[in-house]
T-cell receptor, first 115, second 114 residues
Framework: AQSVSQHNHHVILSEAASLELGCNYS??????LFWYVQYPGQHLQLLLK????DPLVKGIKGFEAEFIKSKFSFNLRKPSVQWSDTAEYFC?????????????WGAGTKLIIKP | DGGITQSPKYLFRKEGQNVTLSCEQN?????MYWYRQDPGQGLRLIYY???????QKGDIAEGYSVSREKKESFPLTVTSAQKNPTAFYLC?????????????FGEGSWLTVV
């Protein structure tokens, strides 16, 4: 069965540190890839997405992600985090299954930035 | 403003009772979804609807029911058959392929069984 793995459930960093959150998926076909973010007390919102083309995708708030097809990965990065980046981050992969597109979610990574 | 509205935000239910969570969207999206979010787990799909008057079971549909009588509305009923209903429930809708098939979420509803 298809699955999405986010390697770290909790990450704690200091401000200005660099961030990389891992996301790996298991599916051999064509995928669309997403990162969503949920700030404390707010709803989930799209951070960035990859459909095709340049595998390095830039999103909002200085985030970027790189699709490496050979590694089945779509890691999220930010060169210098801020306290306001404290949130939960979800990776999601859309696959074609039984003639329908299905969205498969990772378990989420809680990111805490220490001021 | 366009968006997805879920209500109530917090709900307490006694064991054995059914409860219905409301989800309304004014984004003119055809597709709508209900997810359940539990700590340490990814979002799990309960039900989804691609179009009015049609809906499909997701991965964890047992103990839940939905209806899609109007495009704007996709209410979820948590029945007494759901063994572990205490959770955070998220409603979502999806725009079309021209807009990238992006999913938009409501603010969620916390359901607690007492």
């Amino acid at each position: 069965a298809q699955s999405v793995s986010q390697h770290n459930h909790h990450v704690i960093l200091s401000e200005a540190a660099s961030l990389e959150l891992g996301c790996n998926y298991s599916y051999g076909g064509t995928v669309n890839l997403f990162w969503y973010v949920q700030y404390p007390g707010q709803h989930l919102q799209l951070l960035l997405k990859y459909f095709s083309g340049d595998p390095l995708v830039k999103g909002i708030k200085g985030f970027e992600a790189e699709f490496i097809k050979s590694k089945f990965s779509f890691n999220l990065r930010k060169p210098s985090v801020q306290w306001s980046d404290t949130a939960e981050y979800f990776c999601a992969v859309r696959v074609l299954q039984d003639s329908n597109y299905q969205l498969i979610w990772g378990a989420g990574t809680k990111l805490i930035i220490k001021p | 403003d366009g968006g997805i509205t879920q209500s109530p935000k917090y709900l307490f239910r006694k064991e054995g009772q059914n409860v219905t969570l409301s989800c309304e969207q004014n984004l003119n999206h055809d597709a709508m979804y209900w997810y359940r979010q539990d700590p340490g787990q990814g979002l799990r799909l309960i039900y989804y609807s691609q179009i009015v008057n049609d809906f499909q079971k997701g991965d964890i549909a047992e103990g839940y029911s939905v209806s899609r009588e109007k495009k704007e509305s996709f209410p979820l009923t948590v029945t007494s058959a759901q063994k572990n209903p205490t959770a955070f429930y998220l409603c979502a809708s999806r725009d079309g392929p021209r807009s990238g098939n992006t999913i938009y979420f409501g603010e969620g509803s916390w359901l607690t069984v007492v």
